[in-house]
């Protein structure tokens, strides 16, 4: 399998808020590092570099005023001499104006965000659109003919809705990259989301739409971030009704409860016959996760790659979150080799 990567995400790590303090976020530019090392230890197969891709690609899964946003917001933060980290503070809720985009920046960062889980520092939109053109070069290959391949995305996407950011998320790797396989000539594709945090940007973007099936076993929400969506009930809408589906699990869940999820969703994914799949692929369901809540072990991921793999459909692998980084390499490319035996 090939996988696709750039140094570009080294330009991007910003702070998060944790216990009250700004702190260097768990979105760290050593996960996918230590990812890319793996691949090379094991011989997964060719690192290759991404294709060029602009602007347009990004817009039908976000829309074009958010791209925009993205694309100039630190630009706007740091026209008056600000340095720190960009960071929204205010947020448009219940029967307040969602309607009405801000004119100034610090109004625009809550318009286009769910959380302050996604800091804009002075490089974070090179990194951003690198990490997007990574997936769109791997769902290019696999249109191509490839059986699959592996997009080492970061910035992560999951989280990224049609316009908004959030929970280390920007550009939507995935739904960018199903966009533009359906744009390319695919009929369905399906996103089978396996990151332990519910996947509740794809699911905005596609959520009205038939033509692409979204898929995500995660932490109940009740319990678990982003706690505003991932329910089972959440079934898509209009013409989409029916096309997206949620697999919520408990706390603590292990690899004999989320075979059972998995084996449901890969089911969902099959029915669909879908021209291309592309999985979300986060290895925060691992038992020693700094932030999540399943118990995955590392021989687990390597199931985890063979059920997804008897789909038996052309596979687009783009990274989304896991924050032990010791244990990230293995985990993931474990997902890897285990779809490819
Ligand atoms: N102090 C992904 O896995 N909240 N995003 C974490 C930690 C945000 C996770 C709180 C979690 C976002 C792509
Ligand atoms: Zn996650």
């Known amino acids: 399998m090939l996988t696709v990567f750039s140094s570009s995400h080294h330009l991007h790590h910003g702070k998060e808020l944790k216990d009250g303090a700004l702190t260097p976020s768990f979105e760290e530019p050593g996960r996918a590092d230590t990812i890319l090392r793996r691949v090379r230890a094991v011989g997964l197969g060719n690192v290759i570099a991404c294709r060029p891709f602009g602007l347009a690609h990004y817009i039908g899964a976000h829309s074009e005023r958010y791209v925009r946003f993205l694309s100039t917001a630190w630009q706007q933060w740091s026209a008056g001499g600000r340095t720190s980290d960009a960071l929204p503070l205010v947020w448009p809720v219940r029967n307040m104006r969602d309607d009405i985009e801000p004119s100034v920046i610090e109004g625009k960062l809550g318009y286009f965000s769910m959380d302050a889980g996604a800091p804009i520092t002075a490089h974070t939109w090179n990194a951003v659109a690198e990490s997007a053109n990574l997936a769109l ?34 550009l939507n790797n995935a739904a960018i990259a199903a966009s533009h396989a359906i744009a390319k000539g695919a009929r369905r594709v399906a996103v089978l989301d396996v990151d332990f945090h519910h996947g509740n940007g794809t699911q905005d973007i596609f959520y009205e739409r038939p033509d692409v099936l979204t898929v995500s076993i995660h932490g109940d929400p009740s319990v678990s971030y982003p706690y505003f969506s991932g329910n089972a009930d959440e079934r898509g809408s209009h013409a989409g009704t029916g096309f997206n589906l949620n697999l919520p699990l408990a706390k603590g869940t292990d690899w004999a409860a989320y075979t059972q999820a998995l084996k449901l969703a890969c089911q969902a994914v099959a029915a669909h016959a879908p021209d291309l799949l592309v999985v979300s692929l986060g290895v ?22 063979d059920q997804i793999a008897s789909i038996r459909c052309p596979t687009l692998f783009a990274m989304e979150g896991g924050y032990m980084v010791d244990e990230i390499g293995i985990n993931a490319v474990n997902v890897l080799q285990g779809f490819e035996a």
Request: glycine letters at 12%; proline letters at 5%; charged letters at 25%.
């Open 137 to 170: 070069t791997g769902a290019e290959l696999v249109l191509e003919g490839a059986r699959s391949a592996f997009a080492l995305c970061r910035p992560p996407g999951h989280h990224a809705g049609r316009e908004y950011m959030g929970g280390y998320c920007y």
């Open 284 to 305: 925060d369901t691992f038992e020693n996760d700094p932030i999540s809540h399943f118990q995955l072990k590392s021989d687990d991921f390597s199931r985890l790659g």
